[in-house]
């Protein structure tokens, strides 16, 4: 549990960042939030807006973003544009319309790239590939150390204006997730790089191109960003580079201060939870990461997430992809969540966690594990042309714009880079959770229809009916959470156990807990409704139930309650 006095610390701290306030661009169109300044002060004054005026208008100078950002010379020109709908069924981010993302406490926030002219498109071709470096590996006194602070101290002094300047790229991410477009061609729905296939091509190339702009500035093209490996147990903590110097351009004070070396992180964190020893944590992280990478990461959007096309609602899609969900949202809410989940910090939440340069090393290692379910989990990417074709716009080393596809990031050699071998002790077998007891009697529980819709605020037990299987199709049994109903602004997170009658004995290495739904704080409000499934067919197998009729099902709330419609077992289709 943190404390006050982690409280106290995160206060006091003067991030790096706060010498680049975030003033408004005079491009910003400010459709949703008029009216709207941010003032710079000595402390934190980058992330404390004001607002001048509740409902005024645009204040004088401050164009139609939609006049001067791309006109109709850039993007538009293409056939693509002309009628977004016609052609393009992936889900695009309408660039033309950048507006102010949100806050947590509901205070806009200009997000928006620099307005440019012209976009070409990117087709990256490396001819020689680099490897990115386990980041424990590197100590202060490194040469590779000595690059790295120098590109990030680098980024950090270009002036504010510049789109490759540290507080810029931080927010090329709370642009693309809190708020700051909308989907071409849906202009009430707002576009999410979260929560759906695009997840991970969207990271990859974010981390891409953050990469060429710290070899640019350090005019060194072998240069690579390390990953977090936080997989294994020698990269279970922050990593030291991050964390030694308090005046390196690596560290970042807004960061829980209970979770700092020699903490090891624990990949199911949530709020409340006891420590355990080193050892037994690391037990449970391994176990965790053959659950989510190998059990329930069997197709295409069990890991990717579900697909999210033109003209989808992000808000009502089946979500993330179960690596998205643990570890990715684990290891930012276990860095920078403090004290209460309502108070956020970088890491914790969405529009800002990209402020804390440890963002990139967690992504290139969220990256990593694209690479290792296609290689070693002989999983295979999308050939749907929706995900394919979808693209992104970034800036690249030389602060030009590029628009960039799915479909050109799939080969990580083309793109230049590669993954230090190091060992992965979770594909082992050992790491597999084991039953905590099998074939048990099953106490009594409700039928879910007597239960549900209901609130999660106290731990639910309820007893599921099994389908009968007839006819051919897939034998495989998912457990879904049907009609998750929560604001994204908030954090949400339960756990979900089978088979269970005792939750406090059970843990992440017992194959009865399946795992746990989550969402990290956006900053900005949206209702969501969704599901999660899990696959329990295996995991009746193990237990030794598979000849069960029915299964108990229990839920654990552990953050803001979120409203739950049912809970029922299907086949997989
Ligand atoms: Cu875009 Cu780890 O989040």
């Known amino acids: 549990m943190a404390s006050?006095?982690?409280?106290?610390?995160?206060?006091?701290?003067?991030?790096?960042?706060?010498?680049?306030?975030?003033?408004?661009?005079?491009?910003?169109?400010?459709?949703?939030?008029?009216?709207?300044?941010?003032?710079?002060?000595?402390?934190?004054?980058?992330?404390?807006?004001?607002?001048?005026?509740?409902?005024?208008?645009?204040?004088?100078?401050?164009?139609?973003?939609?006049?001067?950002?791309?006109g109709l010379g850039g993007l538009y020109s293409t056939s693509l544009a002309a009628n977004p709908m016609a052609l393009a069924k992936p889900a695009l981010p309408d660039f033309k319309d950048c507006v102010d993302a949100t806050q947590p406490n509901d205070t806009p926030i200009n997000c928006c790239p620099p307005a440019a002219a012209r976009i070409e498109d990117y087709v990256p071709s490396a001819t020689t590939v680099r490897t990115r470096m386990a980041a424990q590996s590197a100590t202060v006194d490194s040469d590779y150390y000595k690059k790295y602070s120098a590109a990030i101290q680098k980024m950090r002094n270009l002036s504010p204006a510049d789109p490759r300047n540290f507080r810029q790229q931080a927010n090329v991410h709370c642009a693309y997730c809190d708020g700051g477009y909308t989907l071409q061609g849906n202009p009430k729905l707002l576009y999410e790089i979260h929560g759906s296939w695009l997840f991970f091509p969207w990271h990859r190339w974010y981390v891409y191109f953050f990469e060429k702009i710290c070899q640019n500035l350090i005019d060194d093209d072998t240069f690579t960003l390390p990953f977090w490996n936080w997989d294994a147990p020698g990269g279970m903590q922050i990593p030291p580079m991050y964390n030694s110097i308090v005046t390196s351009p690596l560290y970042n004070c807004l960061r829980n201060p209970d979770h700092l070396p020699p903490s090891v992180i624990n990949l199911e964190w949530s709020d409340g939870d006891v420590t355990v020893d080193p050892e037994v944590q690391i037990k449970y992280n391994l176990a965790i990461m053959y659950t989510q990478m190998i059990t329930q990461s069997k197709t295409q959007a069990d890991f990717f997430g579900s697909p999210?096309?033109?003209?989808?609602?992000?808000?009502?899609?089946?979500?993330?992809?179960?690596?998205?969900?643990?570890?990715?949202?684990?290891?930012?809410?276990?860095?920078?969540?403090?004290?209460?989940?309502?108070?956020?910090?970088?890491?914790?939440?969405?529009?800002?966690?990209?402020?804390?340069?440890?963002?990139?090393?967690?992504?290139?290692?969220?990256?990593?594990?694209?690479?290792?379910?296609?290689?070693?989990?002989?999983?295979?990417?999308?050939?749907?042309?929706?995900?394919?074709?979808?693209?992104?716009?970034?800036?690249?080393?030389?602060?030009?714009?590029?628009?960039?596809?799915?479909?050109?990031?799939?080969?990580?050699?083309?793109?230049?880079?590669?993954?230090?071998?190091?060992?992965?002790?979770?594909?082992?077998?050992?790491?597999?959770?084991k039953p905590r007891a099998k074939a048990k009697t099953l106490p009594s529980a409700p039928d879910p229809a007597q239960v549900f819709p209901t609130t999660l605020d106290k731990p639910i037990n309820v007893i599921v009916k099994r389908p009968k299987k007839s006819g051919s199709g897939s034998s495989e049994e998912i457990l879904v959470i049907e009609g998750i109903e929560y604001d994204k602004g908030n954090h949400v997170k339960f756990n979900v156990y089978i088979n269970e009658?005792?939750?406090?004995?059970?843990?992440?290495?017992?194959?009865?807990?399946?795992?746990?739904?989550?969402?990290?704080?956006?900053?900005?409000?949206?209702?969501?409704?969704?599901?999660?499934?899990?696959?329990?067919?295996?995991?009746?197998?193990?237990?030794?139930?598979?000849?069960?009729?029915?299964?108990?099902?229990?839920?654990?709330?552990?953050?803001?309650?979120?409203?739950?419609?049912?809970?029922?077992?299907e086949f997989d289709s």
Not at 52 to 61: F, I, M
Not at 511 to 528: A, I, Q, W
Not at 540 to 562: F, H, I, M, R
């Open 4 to 70: 006050l006095g982690a409280m106290a610390s995160a206060t006091n701290c003067v991030p790096h960042s706060s010498s680049f306030c975030s003033k408004i661009s005079p491009f910003s169109n400010n459709r949703r939030n008029p009216g709207v300044k941010v003032t710079c002060k000595a402390k934190n004054g980058d992330r404390r807006p004001e607002t001048t005026s509740k409902n005024g208008e645009n204040s004088p100078g401050i164009l139609d973003r939609r006049d001067v950002l791309l």
């Open 501 to 569: 009658d005792d939750v406090n004995a059970c843990h992440p290495d017992n194959t009865e807990f399946l795992g746990s739904f989550s969402s990290l704080p956006h900053g900005h409000r949206m209702n969501v409704k969704t599901n999660k499934r899990f696959r329990i067919s295996e995991v009746l197998q193990e237990l030794g139930a598979q000849d069960y009729d029915k299964v108990l099902v229990t839920l654990v709330p552990k953050s803001t309650p979120v409203k739950i419609n049912g809970v029922k077992i």
């Open 308 to 433: 999210y096309r033109a003209g989808d609602d992000i808000s009502t899609l089946n979500g993330a992809g179960q690596i998205e969900q643990t570890p990715h949202n684990h290891v930012h809410s276990w860095t920078g969540t403090v004290v209460d989940l309502s108070n956020p910090v970088d890491m914790g939440a969405l529009y800002s966690a990209a402020r804390d340069p440890i963002f990139f090393a967690h992504h290139a290692n969220v990256d990593r594990m694209w690479t290792i379910w296609l290689n070693q989990l002989k999983g295979t990417n999308f050939t749907d042309s929706d995900w394919l074709n979808a693209y992104f716009i970034f800036y690249n080393e030389q602060a030009k714009p590029v628009r960039v596809k799915i479909q050109d990031c799939l080969d990580t050699t083309k793109l230049g880079y590669t993954y230090e071998d190091v060992p992965i002790p979770w594909l082992d077998v050992s790491a597999k959770p």
